[in-house]
Nanobody, 123 residues
Framework: VQLQASGGGFVQAGGSLRLSCAAS????????MGWFRQAPGKEREFVAS????????SYADSVKGRFAISRDRAKATVYLQMNSLKPEDTAVYYC?????????????????WGQGTQVTVSS
């Protein structure tokens, strides 16, 4: 079971980044997927999730209207398009595979986690 997150980097406020999470097919194709983030000194928090078929997207209030989650089942990859980035979006971003067909905001709903990718937004 492997989840490989990539696409993080350094960007100025107002900029954009797209994160990718490549998953092993046998774990991800029928499972919801999610993105979480952890800022320095803070607990990990929910960012977005998506259902097994690309439906049922869900977002944290702090990113609604700026971030978009999507998935390509053929490529076993989930994406997080992040626009209008703010310094408070600075964090390590983790992707995760849900236990069921849908993700949601609770960490306990996920049983596999990627290694994280750093996103830094300067003011």
């Amino acid at each position: 079971v492997q989840l490989q997150a990539s696409g993080g980097g350094f960007v100025q406020a107002g900029g954009s980044l797209r994160l990718s999470c490549a998953a092993s097919r046998r774990t991800s194709s029928n499972n919801g997927m999610g993105w979480f983030r952890q800022a320095p000194g803070k607990e990990r928090e929910f960012v977005a999730s998506i259902g097994w078929n690309g439906g049922s997207p869900s977002y944290a209030d702090s990113v609604k209207g700026r971030f978009a989650i999507s998935r390509d089942r053929a490529k076993a990859t989930v994406y997080l398009q992040m626009n209008s980035l703010k310094p408070e979006d600075t964090a390590v971003y983790y992707c995760a595979s849900a236990r069921s067909a849908y993700g949601g905001p609770y960490e306990s709903s996920y049983n596999y986690w990627g290694q994280g990718t750093q996103v830094t937004v300067s003011s």
